[in-house]
């Protein structure tokens, strides 16, 4: 173990191997400071945040994974479809406030048209000229190229035509195929997950990866995960943040029964540690709650995502965090965590001063 930590306070790579026996027998507190110092090499007090909108323009989906409380059925209670002008009209809303990212992700609605896609996104860059579009996840690319008989590439050019900017990370889950089978049978296999992001990052558009951690996956399904995306992250440097997203256990067929703060804070560790070529960690408080996140800052994460407003994702399945966070209140959290502020773009570029 000694020589495991050595080597991460010279900060060199540590194997799955490795990183296997500090997730399973470091303490707490050695794996928290030595994220937190791998954290503040790069980034010091700093913790970015960026001021976002949410906009998940369908519930309804073809696929039914098991961990999902948000998606139904064409014609089930609580299922909606946002038009493209309802689209606009949520852009306008909030046309007076100083965004800077709007981060669009749905359902697969068999309905909506491969039109309605690149549709919607031209509509937001036409209302709001200037504000990064964050859209649409790899799941989403796969069904509409499996679709219309498109290719990954031509799927990926006509978003960048209409005015994406970068790829969300969700979709990603946990890639053990075996795991898939239980968690999300119909969905996009890992391996197209990956390609779908390296087509991406070859064509200039910057992604995000996640993993979906605290069910039914052990530490080696997490580690064997973030090893296949350090490893592509190796190829391409695509990848702008890598996000441990917590699952939440409510309302949702999977019931496993969820995680709890300390497996959070490990897996905040954990991850700094061995993405070591992602700059980026993210905070999700949405999932987390807002008390973790911060500690989450402490224990190697540098970012705190954003204002949000309407994160349903995570709230179908139980979130107690709050759906969305005023500027002053976001600031105020990262500030009582003991850290400065800065607020970041899509593409963390720091936009104020520290
Ligand atoms: O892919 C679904 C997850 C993801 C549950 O890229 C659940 O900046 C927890 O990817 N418990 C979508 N998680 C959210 C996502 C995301 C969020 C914020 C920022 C970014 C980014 C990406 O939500 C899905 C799935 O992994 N999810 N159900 C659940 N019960
Ligand atoms: Fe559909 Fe996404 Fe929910 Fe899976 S996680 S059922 S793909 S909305």
Known sequence: MQKIID?????????????????????????????????????????????????????????????????????????????????????????????????????????????????????????????????????????????????????????????LDALPGGGAEVFSPELRKRLCPEKLSGEQWLEIHETAHGMGLPTNCTLLFGHIETWRDRLEHMDALRSLQDRTGGFQVFIPLQYQPKNNPLEAEGTDGADYLRMIAISRLFMDNVAHLKAYWA?????????????????????????????????????????????????????VPVERDTFFRETEGA
Not at 137 to 162: C, F, I, N, P, W
Not at 306 to 311: F, N, P, S, Y
Not at 315 to 338: C, D, F
């Open 287 to 339: 999932f987390s709650g807002i008390k973790p996140a911060q500690m989450a800052l402490h224990a190697g994460a540098d970012d705190f995502d954003g204002t949000l407003v309407e994160e349903k994702v995570g709230h179908a399945a139980g979130a107690s965090s709050p759906k969305g966070m005023t500027v002053e209140r976001l600031k105020e959290t990262i500030r009582q965590a003991g850290f």
């Open 7 to 163: 080597r991460l306070a010279e900060g060199g790579r540590i194997s799955v191997d490795e990183a296997l026996v500090l997730a399973e027998s470091c303490d707490i507190h050695t794996l928290g400071e030595l994220g937190l110092a791998a954290r503040r090499r790069r980034f010091g007090d700093k913790a970015f945040w960026v001021y976002n909108q949410h906009l998940n323009f369908t519930n309804v989906c073809a696929n039914a994974c098991r961990f999902c409380a948000f998606s139904k059925r064409a014609g089930d209670d609580g299922a909606y479809t946002y038009s493209i002008d309802d689209i606009r009209a949520r852009i306008r809303e909030r046309a007076h406030e100083p965004i800077r990212e709007v981060h669009i992700v749905g359902g697969l609605n068999p309905d909506l048209p491969y039109s309605y896609y690149m549709d919607l996104i031209a509509a937001v860059r036409e209302e709001s000229p200037s504000v990064a579009i964050k859209a649409f996840t790899a799941v989403e690319v796969a069904y509409l190229a499996g679709h219309t008989g498109r290719s990954v590439r031509e799927v990926l050019a006509d978003m960048k035509a209409a005015g």
